[in-house]
């Protein structure tokens, strides 16, 4: 998958969110499902939720990336004998 694709965020049928390459995809790159309980408080703010929710993960996976490169140029090359 592309650095540069662009995502969008949809409900789908059931009501669960999802995560899919702009004009849809094969598949979704994730699903967010309330429980009954959690959809009657968050009301009508469940895509404030669910926006702020993607957004925490993308800021995640963004910091881990680079963590993995400064471990990739920290490391001293092996010597294989």
Known sequence: MSES???EIV???NGDFALQPV??????LVKIS???DARAFLADE???V???????????VGDLR?????ETEEEPPRVLH
Request: charged share 25%.
């Open 23 to 28: 004009g849809g995809g094969k598949e979704h």
């Open 66 to 70: 680079e963590a993995a490169a400064k």
């Open 46 to 48: 469940d895509v404030t």
């Open 50 to 60: 669910v926006k702020a929710m993607i957004q925490a993960a993308i800021k995640t």
């Open 11 to 13: 409900q789908l049928e």
């Open 5 to 7: 694709s662009v995502f």
């Open 34 to 36: 309330f429980g009954q």
